[in-house]
């Protein structure tokens, strides 16, 4: 582990980060992936990231939303973790997926259309372990909240 991953894990896991961190990353992830034509999210420097697309549950329109994840390389496969950086409530981008599972990411600069499914039971679990050891924080956020995080899997379409 790098000798700052530690000291990243330990600050984005606290409630300051979760108050403070959904007002400014996001904003931050855009506008770099903007300048850099979809090569560089800046919060992929601490995770892997992808811009996910999706279209809005209520409105229909598309919805961009720059995202953590993890990728599993093996299967060329990204999961999704629905966090909301620990804070209550499922973050709305979860929502849009249940309801429009096709949708579409950037990945270093790719546009890759996916198709997103709500991991349950044993394959959840088997996941929630996964990301656990990809990132530790991940585990104080559940801790915090009294809902289940949601997590996606998002494979390619043809």
């Not at 403070?20 to 601490?46: E, N, W, Y």
Request: hydrophobic residues 40%; contains cysteine.
């Amino acid at each position: 582990m790098a000798p700052g991953a530690r000291l990243v894990q330990k600050v984005s896991s606290t409630r300051t980060f979760a108050k403070i961190a959904p007002h400014f990353i996001p904003a931050m992830d855009r506008a770099f992936h903007r300048l850099t034509r979809g090569k560089v999210l800046l919060s992929a420097q601490m995770l892997p990231g992808v811009v996910l697309t999706a279209q809005g549950a209520r409105s229909g329109l598309p919805r961009r939303t720059p995202l953590a994840c993890m990728p599993e390389e093996a299967a060329g496969t990204w999961i999704l973790i629905g966090s909301n950086f620990g804070r209550e409530g499922h973050p709305a981008w979860t929502g849009n997926l249940l309801k429009h599972p096709d949708a579409e990411i950037s990945w270093k600069g790719e546009d890759i259309p996916v198709r997103a499914e709500l991991l349950t039971g044993e394959e959840r679990e088997e996941a929630w372990r996964a990301v656990l050891a990809f990132w530790p924080p991940y585990a104080k956020y559940q801790a915090r909240v009294e809902r289940e995080i949601r997590l996606f899997r998002l494979t390619r379409r043809g």
